[in-house]
């Protein structure tokens, strides 16, 4: 199975308030929180691995249920080393796979392909207009600084919480609760934006609004619909 087990039928690009969230349904957003990777910053493992390893290597690598890639990533973004991570998949998987995962990681700065065009700007329209900018997002503690110095558009956040240095992990509850009581904010007038369903779904659970990214201008014309006093697209 390609891609994080678990994931939820969602619409992309529209404003979700369920559970929890039902109730802070039509307030006024106050303040918007970011997922990273592939909603401000493009994040492609094929982009490490493709100078080693040939496409049904890196098709079968990405497969879940074959390497185990994306278990290995969830126990690296809630607090476990690289190091770790390998041993698990080599225990688990077979040295293959492991060694795969330790020649990615070691290459990892070459996953980061980009920004997500308009982000940039997005965030200081939002800025300009009063809206607090906020970052949440699963990432392996020693791999986010590379994606700091890879990314400057992660220092125009006001915030950010980074699961590999809390030890939580989207989608439980409690790194969401962790972020709003770190920013100062309340749920009622958040708006999390992230590319993975359960991610939304764990939003809603602590009545945090959100929205499933695809389209960067999708996200400008929600934002503007639901009261964001941003400029539109032309």
């Known amino acids: ?21 039902a109730a802070n349904a039509g307030k006024p957003i106050t303040d918007v929180i970011f997922d990273f990777g592939n909603v401000l910053l493009y994040w492609d493992p094929v982009a490490a691995l493709v100078p080693r390893y040939s ?6 690598f990405l497969d879940n249920d074959i390497s185990g890639f994306y278990d290995a990533n969830d126990r690296m973004d809630a607090g476990a080393t690289p190091e770790e991570g390998i041993a698990w998949m ?3 998987h077979g040295d293959k796979w492991a060694d795969i995962l330790a020649y990615y990681l070691d290459n990892f700065e070459d996953s980061l392909t980009g920004v997500v065009p308009g982000a940039r700007v997005l965030l200081n329209d939002l800025k300009a207009a009063g ?8 990432w ?8 700091q110095r890879a990314t400057p558009i992660l220092q125009q956040l006001d ?9 939580l992990r989207k989608p439980d509850s409690a790194i969401y609760r962790k972020a709003l009581e770190e920013f100062g904010i309340g749920a009622e007038g958040a708006v999390f934006v992230d590319d ?7 939003a809603n659970a602590v009545g945090i609004r959100g929205v499933r990214f695809r389209d960067p ?9 639901n009261g964001v006093a941003i400029p539109g697209v032309q």
């Open 1 to 21: 199975m390609k891609g994080w087990p678990g994931e939820p039928d969602m619409e992309y690009d529209t404003l979700v308030a369920q559970g929890e969230a």
């Open 55 to 60: 496409a049904a290597t890196i098709e079968q």
């Open 90 to 92: 080599r225990q688990t």
């Open 131 to 138: 809206i607090g900018v906020w970052g949440l997002s699963n």
């Open 140 to 147: 392996e503690k020693e791999l986010f600084p590379i994606a």
């Open 159 to 167: 915030g950010k919480v980074v699961s590999g240095y809390v030890r």
């Open 196 to 202: 993975k369903a359960m991610n939304i779904v764990g």
């Open 217 to 225: 201008a999708k996200l400008r014309e929600l934002l503007i619909a």
